[in-house]
């Protein structure tokens, strides 16, 4: 189908009226269904009451010498931006100063801001720019906020709508990365032209500092800077694709190239080193080790930089975080797809490891590192263990639990279990059930599958206490599957399902769903299937090749024109992953596995459900549109519903969250329940 002969083209008219006519259209039909099964109301109260219950942890960023933390609740949909001292935080009962109330501010602006993070002027921490989303949208607005006197800074920075980023050089400059006019953007609707921009000066008058070109995906800029806050060195990393990147240390005397491969990542800047994670091997480090290189010697002769080895993963195993506190470097290492953390210490030319102290066969998430002395919090879950907040003090390589989240489900009547199914090539797959202890084996419980498969996102263990509310209590099991595509087992897992081997990531996910079956834990009448974005194209990809696997598939924004996807908003940015649709060499396997172009009419296909969001500005809201209305004039089964606000996460505050939580989950329970 060329797209002279794709009848549904105009549906990719965003805010067309024709097209969100269309929408509105579906959108009633679906939730007239949904919400008039007595089921409905109270899965979303259920799902509101836990998303804004009390007692969650504040999760805190340092800032300063305390803490800051973004709050939501039944009363703040939007959100509180809020600090307190540590010494209160790590209390019972912090005691918060709000920095600012988003939702006032949405009301006294008439806007549906979303807060989309700040980036801080350190060391004080009292100036950022705010970046501010309408509706989701991953375009913002960009101002500059004070945040000791909680207010916008009148004569401050300012930058109007669009995909852009502002890095602080020092109190007056910003390093800018946006829309300069014609031609300034890439394919992939990214800036690729950083310019310097001082306090005072009009925006048109900043300097060109670096630029790489518009095939580029991204060009964007880092300031790296001791504990003190001293400027050390500037890095622009210029994105050509969306994994292949140079790096370059800007000097006044023009750019130095870093010598690395083109698969590397930046992660963090500690006692004079530049760290980074390889996804490819290089010089003798396999793909996936993390390494450093000294700034000074790069500064002063890069021709004899060599890097240094501080971890190399084994089989099965990954490194899925890096922070710097002052002096310590943070390393979360997966093992199996289970959760350590390692404290690193840069001494005498060497790295030196030292365990942190956390509980087994969990997941483990670094959620923040002060850079003013070398303290961490970190986050320790599984499927059937609410989050615990730890506190650790990385010189003592000490760690003690501070906060924890009361269990929002009864697990005491559930198992986990990790599982491997062998894919078609003979693949051990893993994948975890969280199931009832007195399941029969009947293959009659209610299952979910869950699958992403994509851009080196692992799937790891995490509670997720809506989930066990409307789901596990109740008696269904909940499945996640870590096919290949994600990160589970380092770059070489992923990469295993790169572009023309995008199948062996589908195949692996029917190889779980048939052990599941084999297991006789479930059936294809029992069995429903759910991803998001990538995964979303994963349950594309399982509609249209084994529909008789399965009884439901929700499909959240998803993916599924594959002919058409570089094409649509940022989609260009990802050909590295899928493969260009243009190339005569690679439009052959993207038809194959383009969910789209692989409806028949006349097939028994399970009734879907398509939520997507008009505000997404990433992942085109066209494709889950046009595959629905594609199914309509075939006369086949689908819902669908799609948030006028939300961006990509097809929700852009708590009630919508709530909302297309319980849509989900009673259409769950009408297909695999029942």
């Not at 959108?27 to 949904?34: D, G, K």
């Not at 829309?179 to 032209?193: F, K, L, N, Q, R």
């Not at 004899?304 to 899925?320: D, Q, S, V």
């Not at 006349?602 to 879907?608: A, K, L, M, R």
Request: proline share 6%; with cysteine.
């Amino acid at each position: 189908m060329t797209d002279g002969e794709d009848p549904f083209l105009w549906l990719e008219d965003v805010e067309g009226e024709k097209a969100l006519d269309w929408v509105r259209g579906q959108n009633a039909r679906t939730i007239e269904r949904l919400e008039a099964d007595p089921r409905y109301q109270a899965l979303y109260e259920t799902t509101l009451a836990i998303l804004t219950a009390e007692d969650r942890i504040p999760y805190p960023m340092f800032l300063g010498r305390g803490v800051s933390n973004f709050w939501q609740d039944g009363t703040h949909v939007r959100g509180l931006s809020r600090r307190t001292t540590l010494a209160s935080y790590r209390g019972a009962e912090p005691q918060w100063e709000t920095i600012l109330d988003f939702d006032a501010l949405a009301a006294a602006e008439g806007r549906n801001w979303v807060n989309a993070g700040a980036s801080i002027l350190p060391p004080e921490d009292r100036h950022c720019m705010l970046a501010l989303s309408d509706g989701g949208k991953d375009a913002v607005t960009l101002r500059e906020f004070d945040i000791v006197a909680r207010q916008f800074v009148d004569t401050g920075f300012a930058l109007p709508e669009g995909k852009q980023s502002a890095t602080w050089l020092d109190a007056d400059t910003l390093f800018v990365a946006r829309d300069w006019g014609p031609g300034t953007m890439t394919a992939s609707g990214y800036p690729y032209i950083v310019k310097r921009w001082r306090r005072a000066a009009s925006l048109d008058s900043a300097e060109e500092i670096f630029r790489g070109t518009q095939d580029d995906v991204s060009v964007r800029v880092g300031v790296l800077r001791d504990p003190d806050g001293t400027v050390r060195g500037i890095v622009a990393t210029r994105a050509i694709d969306f994994y292949i990147s140079e790096r370059f240390l800007l000097t006044g005397s023009g750019a130095l190239k870093l010598p690395l491969p083109g698969k590397a990542s930046l992660q963090a800047f500690v006692s004079g080193q530049m760290v980074f994670t390889l996804e490819e091997a290089w010089r003798g480090f396999p793909a996936g080790a993390l390494v450093s290189l000294d700034l000074q010697q790069c500064l002063t002769d890069i021709a004899t930089a060599r890097p240094l080895l501080i971890y190399a993963p084994g089989p099965r195993e990954t490194i899925e975080g890096v922070a710097a506190s002052a002096s310590r470097l943070l390393v979360a290492v997966y093992r199996n797809v289970r959760g350590s953390a390692v404290v690193y210490r840069f001494d005498a030319g060497a790295w030196r490891a030292t365990p942190l102290p956390l509980p087994d066969n969990a997941s483990v998430q670094l959620v923040t590192t002060s850079d003013g002395d070398d303290t961490a919090f970190l986050d320790i879950a599984s499927y059937l263990l609410p989050n615990t907040l730890y506190f650790a003090d990385l010189a003592a390589a000490t760690a003690e639990p501070v906060k924890a989240m009361p269990a929002r489900f009864d697990a005491s009547k559930a198992v986990v279990e990790q599982f491997e199914a062998i894919s078609k090539d003979g693949t051990a797959i893993p994948y975890f059930v969280v199931r009832p202890r007195d399941l029969a084996f009947d293959g009659n419980a209610p299952t979910l599958l869950y699958g992403y498969g994509g851009f080196q996102v692992s799937m790891n263990p995490a509670y997720s206490g809506g989930l066990g509310k409307m789901w596990i209590e109740p008696g269904g099991v909940h499945v996640v599957a870590n096919i290949r595509g994600g990160g589970e087992f380092g770059p070489e897992w992923h990469q295993a399902a790169l572009k023309q081997h995008r199948q062996r990531a589908y195949d692996d996910f029917i190889a779980v769903a048939e052990d599941l079956i084999a297991r006789r834990i479930t059936s294809p009448r029992r069995l429903g299937i759910m991803g998001g974005s990538n995964g979303g194209l994963l349950m594309g990809a399982m509609l249209t090749q084994r529909p008789e696997l399965f009884r439901a598939v929700v499909c959240q924004v998803p993916l599924l024109d594959m002919l058409r996807y570089h094409k649509l908003l940022a989609g260009a940015s990802w050909m590295a992953e899928y493969g260009d649709p243009d190339n005569p060499a690679e439009r052959p396997f993207l038809e194959r596995i383009s969910p789209y172009h692989h409806l028949r009419a006349g097939t028994t296909y399970p009734e879907i459900f398509f939520l997507t969001s008009t505000k997404d500005d990433r992942v085109h809201p066209g494709h889950a549109r046009k595959m629905a209305a594609k199914m309509a004039s075939m006369g086949l089964p689908f819902l669908y519903y799609e948030n006028i606000d939300g961006g990509h996460a097809a929700a852009a505050n708590l009630d919508e969250r709530a909302r297309r939580n319980a849509l989900e989950f009673t259409y769950l329970f009408e297909k695999l329940m029942d």
